[in-house]
Nanobody
């Protein structure tokens, strides 16, 4: 069973940046379309961005132009570079495949506040 571990979250001021990492186990990582999801308090989990095995990317409208998803298949890792952060980006961020095939990790908390 492939497992994921998210890291890189923290407290940042509005307008700041963070880089999240998602390290996955298993040999099939390079074949997965990987996504970053987030869940804010009182809200349902939503897809923020995804990247295919061929590195095609897609973003939610709310983060387009501010977030960049990338992957390093040699390291079994997917990244989320988050710039120009806003208070509404505050959430726990998770990674999973686009089809939600993996067990959810613990996530990493991102708090945007002055």
């Amino acid at each position: 069973q492939v497992q994921v571990v998210e890291s890189g979250g923290g407290l940042v001021q509005p307008g700041g940046s963070l880089r999240l990492s998602c390290a996955a186990s298993g040999s099939m990582f390079s074949t997965y379309t990987m996504g970053w999801y987030r869940q804010a308090p009182g809200k349902t989990r939503e897809l923020v961005a995804y990247i295919t095995s061929g590195s095609f990317t897609n973003y939610a409208d709310s983060v387009k132009g501010r977030f960049t998803i990338s992957r390093d298949n040699a390291k079994n890792t997917v990244y989320l570079q988050m710039n120009s952060l806003k208070a509404e980006d505050t959430a726990v961020y998770y990674c999973n495949t686009r089809r939600l095939e993996l067990v959810w990790g613990q996530g990493t908390q991102v708090t945007v506040s002055s």
